[in-house]
């Protein structure tokens, strides 16, 4: 397909450039405490099967919060599930979210170096809907969870994650919402009367990984089959700002990236806006 091989070097430079390859210790279920706002975060490793591997997923939700709670997906930048993605599945559950960190590649690969990260990612951009079979099978089981409010789902992403929140969206995912944090755009091209989720997408106005015109066919492509959609851009913000880790790879891999706080802070509290309209 055209847009591949853009995609693919987008994505070696995302993965190269904003991810940690670290992993946590992981061990038994367990009940962690969380200071702001008196919240007991419980974590757990769950196991999920999906097609022809088994994904070694993590989640998360406020022991204290006795109701339901929306369910909200997070996809990892390219080196897979690794430590980043499950700090973001204990802020959502601080803030009263069911959420659940995929291991979108599954049995837990992890990419430790840009080869091996690229090599894991490749797949899921020559075929798109196998990131879409594997994100309703992590759906699928958040959902037969008491905690977890089956009617309001929601997937956010990273770099390689934001690529394929947007894309599961395109191809139609039953989902209420998809975010990207400086996800890839030139994704597949959506039909009409295909997407079902609600759109937000928070790019780095100082991206230099994705062209102004690949900003503008994005925005073209959705308009074009009436997409509901927000397009955030951040000033000064780099490909992967959201990262800490972001300083200590552009040093090692000498890119032109940086974290940068003022921007990670806006668009977290724009998903958070944007859920509550989501779900108001």
């Known amino acids: 397909m055209k847009y591949l091989a853009p995609l693919l070097a987008m994505i070696f430079i995302c993965g190269t450039i904003s991810c940690t390859s670290s992993t946590a210790n992981d061990g038994a279920t367990t009940l962690v405490k969380n200071t702001v706002g008196m919240t007991d975060i419980k974590v757990e490793n769950v196991t999920i099967p999906a097609d022809t591997t088994n994904m070694q997923c993590f989640l998360a939700y406020d022991n204290n919060n006795k109701g339901k709670r929306p369910i909200v997906l997070i996809l990892p930048e390219w080196w897979g599930l690794n430590d980043y993605p499950k700090i973001r599945a204990k802020q959502l559950a601080a803030l009263g979210y069911f959420a659940l960190a995929v291991d979108l590649y599954g049995n837990g690969s992890i990419g430790i170096t840009p080869d091996q990260a690229k090599a894991l990612a490749g797949g899921f951009y020559s075929n798109p809907k ?91 492509q959705l308009d074009s089959v009436g997409a509901n959609y927000i397009f955030k851009e951040y000033p000064n913000a780099t490909h992967a700002f959201t990262n800490p880790e972001s300083n200590e790879n552009a040093k090692k891999f000498n890119m032109p990236v940086a974290y940068n706080p003022e921007a990670d802070k806006k668009s977290w509290n724009d998903m958070k806006t944007f859920f509550d309209t989501v779900w108001k």
């Open 130 to 220: 196998l990131a879409v079979s594997r994100i309703q099978a992590a759906l699928n089981k958040a959902k037969t969870y008491e905690q977890a409010d089956s009617t309001k789902t929601a997937a956010i992403g990273y770099c390689f994650g934001g690529s394929m929140v947007l894309n599961a969206a395109k191809l139609g995912t039953p989902l209420d919402a998809v975010v990207s944090f400086h996800g890839g755009l030139a994704g597949i091209t959506p039909a009409k009367n295909t997407i079902k989720s609600k759109i937000l997408v928070c790019h780095g106005m100082a991206d230099k990984f994705i062209s102004p015109q690949e900003v503008a066919n994005f925005r073209k």
